[in-house]
């Protein structure tokens, strides 16, 4: 009964502390609805990828890569911040479940901010493709 009763009271601690997290977490976004670059499904991407002839294309694209990279860091911080939690309060968890956890968001912060600096590194790309398509390279100096 009493090693029931204490998991009991181990469990509800875990679940307090994740909803603590969770409240922190939306805490810190901005109040101010900040606006969004236009949402493009992956076909309308692929679509938008295969077609892209004119600067205002690629804008498009380098905006949808740098909206991705922010939302990647986003939740690369939210790991980072769920990480340290843990961290903190090592009695909220068993040493198996610890682990676990720890290695969950470590590689899940790790992960994120790969992706995001993949992210970026195309939106700075169509960036420059929309400026070369602004400035294109008369057919007579391609072959030089």
Known sequence: MKSTSFRSI????????????TAAAFSEMPSAPQPRPEQLSNKQLKTLIASAGTPAD??????????????????????????AAYSANPSALTDKDRAGTVYHCEYYA?????MAAKSEELARLHTQMAVDATHPVPASKMGK
Not at 10 to 21: E, K, N, W, Y
Not at 58 to 80: G, M
């Open 10 to 21: 181990r469990i509800a601690s875990a679940l307090v502390f994740t909803l603590a997290l």
């Open 58 to 83: 690629h804008q498009r694209i380098a905006q949808y890569y740098q909206a991705k990279a922010q939302d990647y860091l986003t939740q690369a911080k939210e790991h980072e911040a769920m990480l």
């Open 110 to 114: 790790r992960k994120f901010k790969d």
